[in-house]
């Protein structure tokens, strides 16, 4: 069975700095992983994928993700925050059975 | 792509009554179909998942029950609701087993 574990419910960075959210996941098969963004009061929206393709994934609004399949890990970064990335992170892995499992989620904070 | 309309956009419902909760899609055929919950600032909770028409899997033992009607149709009921059912609803689709899932804007639902 698959599992996401996403480190640290909160993180809070100044902006401008470097924002590194921490993703590992577990699975038997190779997996096809994703991270989300969710604002407040809506939807999750797609971030980036990685779908076995390059090991460096960029994604909109400046995010990119790097799988390391020995540390089975799947960290999002983004060089300098910005005031509009407050938001809610979910990282999700699928198998090839299909059906996703998502993390516990990460909050992040962006301080002026 | 894919887009996913649910509605309403917010209930209140007293303690006893009946809910049903529509979700459609549009731009693919045979989608996977799930239902999320998320409690306030808690992560996403799977209810129900769907691969075809009248192919339900629940995941969690509780007070609702899901239906699919047609191809491109999600329904999330309940005969008597109970407090414990508040929280933002949460309808997706997804094409195929490694695509990534397409949300709606959700349904916070608030039980008195």
């Known amino acids: 069975a698959q599992s996401v574990t996403q480190l640290g419910s909160h993180v809070s960075v100044s902006e401008g700095a470097l924002v590194l959210l921490r993703c590992n996941y577990s699975s038997s098969v190779p997996p096809y992983l994703f991270w989300y963004v969710q604002y407040p009061n809506q939807g999750l929206q797609l971030l980036l994928k990685y779908t076995s393709a390059a090991t460096l994934v960029k994604g909109i609004n400046g995010f990119e993700a790097e799988f390391k399949k020995s540390e089975t890990s799947f960290h999002l970064t983004k060089p300098s925050a910005h005031m509009s990335d407050a938001a809610e992170y979910f990282c999700a892995v699928n198998t090839n059975a299909g059906k996703s499992t998502f993390g516990d989620g990460t909050t992040l904070t962006v301080k002026p | 792509s894919q887009t996913i309309h649910q509605w309403p956009a917010t209930l209140v419902q007293p303690v006893g009554s009946p809910l049903s909760l529509e979700c459609t899609v549009e731009g693919t055929s045979n989608p996977n179909l799930y239902w999320y919950r998320q409690a306030a600032g808690r992560g996403l909770q799977l209810l129900f998942y769907s691969v075809g028409i009248g192919q339900i899997s629940s995941e969690v033992p509780q007070n609702l029950s899901a239906s699919r009607p047609q191809d491109r149709q999600f329904i999330l009921s309940s005969k008597k609701l109970l407090l414990s059912d508040s929280g933002f609803y949460l309808c997706?689709?997804?094409?195929?087993?490694?695509?990534?899932?397409?949300f709606g804007n959700g349904t916070r639902l608030t039980v008195t």
């Open positions: 997706a689709g997804q094409g195929s087993y490694n695509s990534p899932l397409h």
